[in-house]
């Protein structure tokens, strides 16, 4: 850093660089959501895809980013952090505006998945330590998951255009495409960086 750091700096970067994840996060989803749409990606598709990954793009960053600067801790603090945060928070705050209907195959599929992979993590850190193996296992998990429910999504979803003769997706000019593609390049590039300053500051406010 080109300066002494100190508390005051610290919690700038930390504010910044949330600030800066939440806003990069913005232009990742509204822009891979758009380009989606113009691929002709059905929105089911795209909810349980480019919207779920994009909003997790912030915590991915700043774990990656602790994980490279030696802070493992934060990395898997995030995680779970993260879950309790989308579980009861984000559950909590949207039940409080409006009833959330549920729909029966979410706890019949998605629910028992979610509570399996959580558990999952149990066995691999009971021995305080995440190898490359157990990431390269849960990366494996986590792709098969994605590919199954993306099989599963379009299926459903052409059986249901087959009923309603409802045809999703439709082609836009390049001008869109690129301002999308636009997009999503910006967005990388603030998660990237506000993840690193997130980290410089929250690594320091810890000590």
């Not at 909590?92 to 509570?115: H, S």
């Not at 190898?131 to 998990?141: M, P």
């Not at 390049?185 to 410089?200: C, Q, S």
């Amino acid at each position: 850093m080109p300066f002494e750091m100190n508390i005051a700096w610290a919690c700038l970067l930390l504010i910044g660089g949330l600030i800066l994840l939440w806003k990069a996060a913005d232009f990742l989803v509204d822009g891979a959501v758009a380009l989606a749409r113009q691929l002709g990606v059905s929105s089911l598709v795209i909810g349980l895809t480019v919207i779920a990954m994009g909003t997790s793009a912030p915590e991915v960053s700043a774990s990656i980013a602790a994980a490279l600067r030696g802070a493992g801790d934060i990395a898997v603090g995030n995680v779970y952090g993260s879950n309790i945060a989308n579980l009861a928070l984000v559950g909590g705050i949207c039940a409080l505006i409006a009833p959330v209907v549920i729909p029966k195959r979410l706890l019949k599929r998605e629910m028992p998945v979610m509570l399996l992979v959580a558990l999952l993590l149990w066995p691999f850190l009971h021995n305080l330590h995440l190898s490359r193996l157990e990431g390269v296992v849960l990366l494996a998990l986590f792709v098969s998951l994605i590919l199954l429910t993306v099989y599963i999504a379009r299926r459903e979803s052409v059986a249901e255009q087959e009923i309603t003769g409802k045809q999703e997706g439709s082609k836009t000019d390049q001008s869109s495409l690129k301002r999308s593609l636009f997009f999503v390049i910006i967005g990388l590039a603030g998660l990237a960086f506000g993840a690193d300053i997130t980290v410089r500051g929250a690594v320091y406010v810890g000590q």
